[in-house]
Each structure stands twice: as C-alpha cells, then as structure tokens.
C-alpha cells in the first residue's frame, strides 16, 4: 500500500542551527514528492516538489531535499533555521491510483529555540 | 500564478444549520478540486475529490449527504456542511489541479468552521 511516514512528531532546534526532517515513502512507481509548511491557522505553502531528473531540489526560503530511491525517502534540509521556520512541516506523494490524490504524511512539527 | 481562495476564512454557525465554503481557483482552470479537513494538530485527510461537471468521489467514512460538494465550473467547488453539528468544527482546505499533467496540487488559505 501506499504510504508516507514522516518519523519526527516534533523537532526542537536552536535558530542558526542545521535541520533536517525525514520523510520515508512507500510506493509502487516513481513518485511525485512534495514539502509543505503550514503556519498556525494557515494553509499550505508548497516548499518545493520533486517530479524528476536532478535528485537535490531547491526550494524557497532556503530549503531544499534531496531524493534517494534506494532509501525510499525525500528528507527535507536547511543549513541554517530561522525563527520564522517554526511551524508545521508536510510531506507528501502523489498521484496515487491514477489520480490527482496525494498521501500526505503525519506532519513535523519544528520549533526553533531563540 | 495558480492562486487558489477560499470564502469565508472564517465562520461560525449554530447547530442544525448548514453552511456553505467556496474555494476558487484565481487564475487557472481547475478540472479536479480536492476537499481536505485538518482536526487540531493532525495531517490532511481527504474527504472527496470533484471533477467539474461530475459528481464528486467521496473517501470511505465520509458521509456524502453531510458534506455535499458541488463543481459547477472551472473555477469554483464548494463545500456544504449540513446541519451541522459542534463536531463538524474543523478546519477545511480545498485544492486545485489543473489538466496540464504534473500532478500538482494548489491549496487554498482554509476555512475555520466553529459550530456552536
């Protein structure tokens, strides 16, 4: 079956420190893989996608992730975090079963520590 | 591009009364529109996807007669909770997708619904 497991419920850093959030996927063809964020009581905000080619992808506010198929994961990393990246971290996969769906993964949720 | 937006951001609604969401993609033509509902501190779960022109699919456990949706067009789905009951209080998102076969999601800002 398909699925997306995001390992960490909550991740505490200290700002300037390095980040890295885990997401681990099970799925039966190249995937689609996406990083949401998602401040309090707001939607989600795409961080970057994954669709093909090039296995780092860079997205906005300094992140970026890196795609390993041997691992089944799509981990998301920052050199160095900023307050402002506290928040609620998503990864998802998509499509599924022929379809637009994505499977979304539990959340992270990171606190950065002043 | 593909701004998606959701109407009311907000509401609050007594029980037994049925209250309606628009979500509207801006600036692109969305053929699907997904409905979502996030309970405090949890993931998306789907609830329905809609087709325009087509009657939505629901997901397992979703009571289609409770939460109707409707996409009339290319640009507009809405979502209509039906009498409602305190434990329809949640938050919903809706996204788009567009035909151009990327697969790709946009998600709206989400609507608060409290029912009292």
């Known amino acids: 079956a398909q699925s997306v497991t995001q390992p960490d419920i909550h991740i505490t850093v200290s700002e300037g420190a390095s980040l890295e959030l885990r997401c681990n996927y099970s799925y039966g063809a190249t995937p689609y893989l996406f990083w949401y964020v998602q401040s309090p009581g707001q939607g989600l905000q795409l961080l970057l996608k994954y669709f093909s080619g090039d296995t780092l992808v860079q997205g906005i506010k300094g992140f970026e992730a890196e795609f390993k198929r041997s691992q089944s994961s799509f981990n998301l990393r920052k050199p160095s975090v900023h307050w402002s990246d506290a928040a609620e971290y998503f990864c998802a996969v998509g499509p599924t079963s022929g379809t637009y769906k994505y499977i979304f993964g539990t959340g992270t949720r990171l606190k950065v520590l002043a | 591009g593909a701004v998606v937006s959701q109407h009311p951001s907000r509401v609050i609604c007594k029980s037994g009364t049925s209250v309606k969401i628009e979500c509207r993609s801006l600036d692109f033509q969305a053929t699907t529109m997904f409905w979502y509902r996030q309970f405090p501190k949890k993931s998306l779960m789907l609830m329905a996807t809609?087709?325009?022109?087509?009657?939505?699919?629901?997901e397992q456990g979703v009571e289609k007669d409770k939460f109707l949706i409707n996409h009339a067009s290319l640009t507009l789905s809405t979502l209509t909770v039906t009498s409602a009951h305190p434990e329809d209080s949640s938050f919903y998102i809706c996204s788009a997708g567009t035909s151009g076969g990327n697969y790709e999601q946009y998600f709206g800002p989400g609507t608060r619904l409290t029912v009292t």
């Open positions: 809609s087709n325009e022109g087509s009657k939505a699919t629901y």
